[in-house]
């Protein structure tokens, strides 16, 4: 599969996660702007209050994805900050992972240099999924 | 400390049993603790009990049982974070 000599062959990380949107608006409740800046970057809370009526199913759909970009990478990114795993909007309006600090650390140590995501929500649930081709080591 | 533990897994931890029939060393993500409601349980301890965890202290085992938490938030107050 590799293709060369003595490389490592390829392997793929998975993640999903499942989040009820309606306890992420009990926690907006709860905790207010505690709950935002701890699990959320700027860029991540500007875009879900953009749209008022959207706000908890966007930050549900973001939560959901951050969770599953630490289970994708394993071990190695147990305890990395939630604000280090960034969900950013691309060029076209896809989103996309962007890592920093440990979460970073913990996917180059895997070989993971990018992260494919895709997010949903519908009613009461937004999940979130990734998957990265690794060549690093077991997790 | 242990009741006022209990007390915040009783209201933000969404168990899938009674807090009361939970021991102090039992695993709380065995008895449902998911990832959303761990952090809501932190909010809450740092409010209760006027701290804030450190990014080094955001590991699994930090909030694994009431145990574990009561020993997190010593840590925290002692400074050892």
């Known amino acids: 599969m590799s293709g060369e000599v003595g490389a490592k062959p390829m392997k793929m990380r998975v993640g999903v996660d499942l989040v009820r949107v309606q306890e992420i608006e009990r926690s907006l409740s709860c905790f207010g702007d505690r709950f935002l800046r701890r699990l959320f970057t700027e860029g991540e809370v500007a875009y879900a209050t953009a749209a008022p009526g959207r706000t908890a199913e966007r930050l549900a759909a973001r939560f959901a994805a ?8 394993g071990a ?18 896809h989103p996309e992972i962007m890592l920093h600090g440990p979460a970073q650390e913990a996917a180059s140590a895997a070989g993971i240099s990018e992260f494919s995501i895709s997010l949903s929500h519908d009613g009461d649930y937004a999940i979130a999924m990734v998957a990265a081709a690794c060549r690093g080591d077991e997790r | ?4 533990i209990r007390a915040i897994l009783k209201e933000h931890g969404r168990l899938s049993k009674d807090v009361k029939d939970i021991g102090d060393k039992d695993d709380l993500l065995a008895a449902g603790l998911t990832s ?3 952090v809501n349980v932190m909010l809450a301890l740092e409010n209760e009990f006027e701290i804030e965890f450190p990014d080094s202290m955001l590991k699994r085992e930090s909030f694994e049982s009431i145990a ?8 925290v107050r002692d400074g050892q974070a």
């Open chain 1, 66 to 73: 951050k969770e599953a970009v630490k289970k994708a990478l």
């Open chain 1, 76 to 93: 190695a990114a147990d305890g990395a900050p939630w604000r280090h795993i960034e969900v950013r909007r691309g060029p076209g309006g």
């Open chain 2, 1 to 4: 400390m242990k009741d006022k």
């Open chain 2, 36 to 38: 959303h409601a761990n």
């Open chain 2, 68 to 75: 574990a938490i009561c020993a997190s938030i010593e840590k």
